[in-house]
């Protein structure tokens, strides 16, 4: 049975990482394990172990010094935690390469999320059958025929603004952004960004302090 959510106030930080232990948690038990200690979870995301303690500990979950953390009680209290008890549709607009991607990944499914319907506004591709699903416009969007929790943005910068403004219009209050651009939305209404040029962008500062440290490095020697 699943467990119910701590309901408690989780930092923002800590729920950004619950995915991640969950993943870990799930292949750990694909691979038979019961147990695990905060220090092997540590090294399985990147992160210091009393790091791991603390997050945990707001789920409620302490480990048990000798023995770990129960696998399968803690990735109950995660899933509880982010919700995935129950199903939430999504709607993924756009179907250029990004949105069919999307709709074609087989991995948001065992995390609770269902692809319900695919949008565009191209003529060419409205009425034609995407991964099962057909195509559709996002005025046609029916949200008593079809209950829509998450929508996915995946259109050029120019119109997600007015995709945005439709779903929330059509009560969705979860926003998956992949555009290139900031949305303005109503307090209530939850947006996460996801662009990519960006972590490109911050990858390459990275590798440029990298190679300026090398360089100074052999100035030096």
């Known amino acids: 049975m699943m467990a119910e959510s701590t309901r408690r106030g989780v930092p923002d930080a800590t729920v950004g990482r619950l995915p991640g232990y969950l993943r870990a948690l799930t292949e750990l038990a694909e691979r038979g394990r019961a147990s695990v200690s905060s220090d092997e979870l540590a090294d399985l995301l990147g992160i210091r172990s009393a790091q791991v303690r603390k997050d945990l500990s707001t789920l409620g979950s302490y480990g048990v010094r000798g023995v770990g953390y129960d696998v399968a009680r803690v990735s109950e209290q995660i899933a509880a935690e982010l919700g995935l008890a129950q199903e939430r549709p ?7 390469n990004l949105g069919r991607a999307l709709a074609a990944y087989d991995g948001l499914a065992p995390r609770g999320f269902q692809v319900v319907a695919l949008v565009d506004n191209d003529p060419r591709l409205v009425g034609t059958e995407i991964e099962g699903l057909t195509v559709g416009t996002l ?5 008593v025929r ?7 943005i995946t259109t050029p910068a120019s119109a997600a603004q007015e995709v945005a403004d439709t779903l929330v219009g059509l009560g969705v209050r979860s926003i998956l952004n992949f555009a290139p651009v900031v949305l303005r939305v109503p307090e209530d209404v ?3 960004a996801v662009d990519l040029a960006t972590e490109l962008q911050i990858l390459a500062f990275h590798e440029h302090q990298r190679l300026l440290a090398d360089a100074r490095g052999n100035e030096v020697g």
Do not use: C
């Open 139 to 143: 005025e046609g969007l029916d949200p």
């Open 90 to 96: 999504v709607v993924i607009v756009g179907m250029g």
């Open 190 to 192: 939850h947006v996460r």
């Open 146 to 152: 079809t209950p829509v929790a998450v929508g996915v």
